[in-house]
C-alpha cells in the first residue's frame, strides 16, 4: 500500500516519500484545509493539526509563506494550530515574525483557555527575535502586575515573562508567584508552586513543600508535582555524580583525560537529564542522535545523520517498491481512510476499487481510530497471499467485501501526455532506480504517436541517484557527450558520459523547473541546458550541487533478517530478529556525508554554498533559465476567492456534479478533461448548476474546479493520471508549461495562437518573448 499527498481531495496529507515535494497550490490548499479543521475542532485537536502540518514535505519557507496566508480568515483555534506548525518548523527565529503574529490573538482573547494555550507556547525563547519580545513583553506584563487578571491567567502570564522578560520582569514575575504560594487559598498556593518549579526556582522556595504535599494525591496537580520531585531528585543525584567525574578526570599533574573532548556533551546530557523540565522523559539516545545532526548540519547544508526509520523512508523514496494492492490511500475530508487514486496497473485497480472508495475493513480488522501507518501495514504483505477488503462507494446502499491478491508494486516515477499540436508531456516525479526505464517506455510511445517537439517537467523534483541523471540525459542526445563530473577532497574525477541510447534527440525540447528542481533534476537540466540540446523554462533552480554518500555505521548495524526472495534488501513480509524489541525491521542509521561536488559540462557547480556568515560565495548558483517565468500565484484581490472555493468543496459539490452527469456523458467528459477550451457551454446543466451556487465566483471560476473534478474521475476511466495536479501540469491552467509549450512550437515555426486547443485559454504574454526565441531558432 501506498500513502501520497491528497490535496487534490483537501483532506490531511500523510506521505510515504520523504524528500516529495506538493506544488505550491496544492500545500495551500492542504494548510488550508488543515487549519481550518482546527478552527472547527476542540482545543485539543490544536497541537496534534499544527505538527501534522509541520510534517508536510516542502522547503521550510513555503511552508511558512502557506501558513501565513491563513492569518486573515482564522479564528483562535487556527491560529494556536499554525503557531504550532511554525514553531515545529524552525529552530530559531526565522519564522519569529510570522510564529507571533499567529499567537498574538490568543494572548489578547477573553476566553482564559485560549489564553492559558497561547502562553504556553511562548515558553521556548529562542523563537522571538529583540522586537517580537519587546511586543511579547508589553502584552504579558500588564495581566501580571494586575490583581484583576484571572488567576490561572495571570500565573501562566508571569511564568511567560520570566522566560523571555528583562533581569527586572523575571524578578517580578518570581515575587508575583511566591505571593500566590503565600495566599490562603490553597489552589493558588498550588498554582504558584508548580508555577516555580517549572521555571526551575530553588529547590529551598516555599513552594517545594507544597509539592511534597501533593505529590501522592491522584489529581493532574499531584502527578506533575511528582514529577518535578523526582527531577529534583535527579539533579541532586547527577550533582553528586559530576562531581566524582570531574576528580576521576584529572590525573596528578591537574590535566584533563585522554577523552576530555567528550566531557561536553557528557556533562549536557546530564545536565538536561537533572534539570531540563521533560529531561525524564526524553531519551540519551534522542538527544546525541540529534546532537550529531547539529554537528553535521554545521558542516553543509546536506550532511545529516539518518536514523533507521529516516533511511528507511529515504531508500522508499528511491526505489518505490513494496507488496501490496496497489493503491495511493489517506484519510479523506470525513475522517475516513479512503482510496485517493488507485495505481493503475496494481491488482487494486483490477479488482475494479476506484478513487474516493472508502477502506472500512482489512480482513475484518476496522479501520476505524487507526492511523495510516496501522491501516498500511495491514494492507501490505507478501506478493501471492491475499487480503480482504470492506469498501463503500458513493452510490452504494451497503458496502462490499474484495479479495485481492497483493503482488510487487513499482510506484511510478513518469507520467506523460501527447498535448495538441503534437507536443510531448512527460512529468518525472523522481530520479529513483527505475526513473530512466520507465521515461524510455515514455518517450517510445511519443514517438509512436507523431511527435513533434517535447516538454519534461522536472519542476518539484528534488533530485535521486545521480547515474539515473545521466541516463535520462542521454535519451535525448545523440553520442558520447559529458553530462556532468564530480569531484572532492578525497574522492578523484569521476566523469558520467551518455552512451549511445538515444530516442529523441532531434526534436524541439524545453525543460522546466523551479526552485524546488534540485540535485539531479540541476543536472538533467543543466546539461541539457550546455550542449544546446535544450531551452530551460520557470524559476531558478534549487541549488543543490553536492554528492552525498550514505554510510553505515558500525556502531548500529543492521537487524539480521532472512532474505527469502533473495533481492538483497529487506522486505517486510520476511523474518528477522528484533534485537532491540521494538516491534519492527531495524535497518540501521546511515551517515549522510558530503563527499564530492558536481560540476556541468561548461565547468560551473550549481551548488549554493554559504560561508561562515551564511553569504552566498558564488552568485551564479543553481541553473537559471532561458526564460524566466513565475507560476502564477492567485492576486491579492481575488483571495476572498480561496475561501469560497474551500466552502463549496467541503460541501462536496463539483464532485456530486460530476457524479450526476458522468454515466451519461463519458465521452464528453474524457474529452473535457484533456481540454475544454475555456468554455463552459459543452458541460451539461451547468448554468441551472452554476445558479444553484448562489455564489460571486465568476461561470469561469467554477468551471475550472468543476473540470479538476472531471480530471479525478477521468482518470479512473482512462486507466492513467493526469501529470501534476491542479493547475500544475494542466495545459490550461499552468502558465509556465503554455510557455514551454509556445517555446516548442516557435521552433517548429508555428503560432501557440493559431492551434484551436489554446487559443483561448492562454495565460502568457507575447511580442518581446516570441521575437527572442524566433531569434534563438533563427541562428540554429
Not at 508555577?195 to 516555599?206: E, F, K, Q, W
Not at 550533582?239 to 585522554?258: F, H, N, P, T, Y
Not at 454515466?663 to 467528459?669: E, I, M
Request: contains cysteine; proline residues 4%.
Amino acid at each position: 500500500m501506498r500513502q501520497q499527498s491528497s490535496s487534490r481531495l483537501l483532506s490531511l496529507t500523510c506521505t510515504l516519500l520523504l524528500g516529495s515535494v506538493a506544488t505550491a497550490q496544492d500545500l495551500d490548499a492542504t494548510v488550508r484545509d488543515m487549519l481550518q479543521r482546527a478552527d472547527n475542532g476542540p482545543l485539543s485537536q490544536v497541537w496534534q493539526i499544527g505538527r501534522q502540518i509541520s510534517d508536510l514535505k516542502g522547503k521550510e519557507e513555503r511552508l511558512a509563506s502557506a501558513i501565513q496566508k491563513q492569518f486573515s480568515s482564522l479564528k483562535l483555534n487556527g491560529r494556536l494550530a499554525a503557531a504550532t506548525a511554525l514553531q515545529e518548523i524552525t529552530d530559531g527565529t526565522q519564522f519569529g515574525k510570522e510564529f507571533f503574529t499567529a499567537l498574538k490573538p490568543g494572548i489578547q482573547s477573553k476566553n482564559p483557555e485560549s489564553v492559558r494555550a497561547a502562553l504556553a507556547m511562548t515558553k521556548r525563547d529562542t523563537f522571538f527575535n529583540s522586537r517580537t519580545q519587546r511586543e511579547l513583553r508589553a502584552l504579558v506584563k500588564p495581566m501580571v502586575v494586575s490583581d484583576l487578571t484571572d488567576p490561572v491567567i495571570r500565573v501562566s502570564s508571569a511564568r511567560t515573562l520570566w522566560q523571555i522578560g528583562t533581569n527586572e520582569q523575571q524578578r517580578l514575575a518570581k515575587k508575583v508567584l511566591l505571593d500566590f504560594v503565600k495566599s490562603s487559598d490553597r489552589r493558588l498556593r498550588i498554582m504558584g508552586a508548580l508555577a516555580l518549579a517549572d521555571i526551575n526556582a530553588d529547590s529551598n522556595s516555599p513552594g517545594w513543600p507544597i509539592l511534597q504535599e501533593i505529590a501522592d494525591e491522584p489529581t493532574a496537580e499531584g502527578q506533575l508535582a511528582r514529577t518535578y520531585l523526582r527531577i529534583e531528585n535527579q539533579r541532586r543525584t547527577f550533582d553528586v555524580m559530576l562531581r566524582q567525574i570531574s576528580e576521576k578526570g584529572l590525573d596528578k599533574s591537574g590535566k584533563g583525560a585522554k577523552d576530555e573532548e567528550f566531557a561536553l556533551i557528557r556533562e549536557i546530557l546530564a545536565r538536561v537529564a537533572q534539570r531540563h523540565v521533560r529531561g525524564d522523559t526524553i531519551g540519551r539516545k534522542q538527544m546525541i542522535e540529534e546532537a550529531a545532526r547539529g554537528l553535521l548540519r554545521s558542516l553543509d547544508r546536506h550532511s545529516t545523520y539518518l536514523s533507521s526509520d529516516q533511511f528507511k523512508k529515504f531508500y522508499f523514496d528511491l526505489n518505490p517498491e513494496y507488496g501490496g494492492i496497489g493503491a495511493f490511500v489517506n484519510f479523506d475530508k470525513d475522517d475516513v481512510f479512503s482510496i485517493v487514486r488507485p495505481i493503475y496497473s496494481g491488482p487494486a485497480y483490477k479488482a475494479n476499487l476506484r478513487s474516493g472508495d472508502k477502506i472500512l475493513e482489512v480482513d475484518g480488522w476496522e479501520t476505524s481510530g487507526h492511523t495510516s501507518d496501522e491501516i498500511i501495514s495491514k494492507l501490505k504483505g507478501k506478493p501471492g497471499t491475499k487480503v480482504k477488503i470492506k469498501i463503500f462507494r458513493r452510490g452504494w446502499n451497503e458496502p462490499k467485501l474484495f479479495s485481492i491478491g497483493r503482488r510487487k508494486i513499482q510506484v511510478p516515477s513518469v507520467n506523460h501526455e501527447l498535448l495538441p499540436g503534437d507536443v510531448g508531456y512527460v512529468e518525472i516525479i523522481t530520479f529513483g532506480g527505475a526513473t530512466s526505464k520507465e521515461l524510455a517506455k515514455a518517450l517510445t510511445d511519443l514517438q509512436a504517436r507523431g511527435v513533434k517537439g517535447l516538454i519534461l517537467d522536472l519542476r518539484n523534483n528534488t533530485g535521486g541517484y545521480l547515474e539515473i541523471a545521466k541516463e535520462v540525459v542521454e535519451l535525448f542526445v545523440k553520442g558520447r557527450k559529458m553530462v556532468v563530473y564530480t569531484k572532492g577532497r578525497e574522492v578523484p574525477r569521476q566523469e558520467y558520459m551518455t552512451g549511445d541510447r538515444a530516442i529523441l534527440a532531434d526534436i524541439p525540447l524545453v525543460v522546466l523547473v523551479n526552485g524546488y528542481s534540485a540535485s539531479a533534476s540541476e543536472i538533467t537540466a543543466g546539461a541539457l541546458q550546455d550542449h544546446g540540446r535544450a531551452t530551460i523554462v520557470g524559476e531558478r533552480s534549487y541549488g543543490k550541487g553536492s554528492v552525498q554518500s550514505l554510510l553505515p555505521l558500525m556502531s548500529n548495524r543492521p537487524e539480521p533478517y532472512k532474505d527469502t526472495n533473495r533481492n538483497r534488501q529487506f522486505d517486510e513480509w520476511e523474518p528477522y530478529e528484533d534485537l532491540n524489541d521494538n516491534g519492527k525491521y531495524d535497518i540501521g542509521p546511515r551517515l549522510k556525508l558530503t563527499i564530492a561536488h558536481y560540476y556541468l559540462p561548461s565547468g560551473r557547480c550549481v551548488d549554493k554554498q554559504l560561508d561562515s556568515k551564511g553569504e552566498v560565495i558564488d552568485p551564479d548558483w543553481g541553473v537559471t533559465p532561458d526564460k524566466v517565468l513565475k507560476l502564477r500565484d492567485t492576486p491579492v484581490r481575488d483571495r476572498w476567492k480561496e475561501a469560497v472555493i474551500y466552502d463549496l468543496l467541503e460541501k462536496d459539490v463539483f464532485a456530486k456534479y460530476v457524479g450526476q452527469h458522468l454515466a451519461k456523458n463519458r465521452t464528453l467528459f474524457v474529452e473535457l478533461a484533456e481540454g475544454d477550451q475555456g468554455s463552459v457551454a459543452k458541460y451539461p446543466a451547468f448554468e441551472a448548476f452554476y445558479k444553484s451556487l448562489d455564489t460571486k465566483l465568476s461561470r469561469d471560476d467554477i468551471r475550472r474546479w468543476v473540470r479538476y473534478s472531471v480530471r479525478d474521475k477521468v482518470s479512473d476511466l482512462r486507466s492513467k493520471a493526469f501529470p501534476g495536479g491542479r493547475a500544475v501540469g494542466d495545459f490550461q491552467e499552468d502558465a509556465q508549461l503554455q510557455e514551454g509549450i509556445r517555446s516548442v512550437l516557435v521552433q517548429l515555426k508555428k503560432d501557440i495562437r493559431e492551434v484551436p486547443a489554446y487559443k483561448n485559454i492562454l495565460k502568457i504574454k507575447f511580442g518581446e518573448a516570441t521575437t527572442k526565441d524566433a531569434k534563438k531558432v533563427g541562428k540554429k
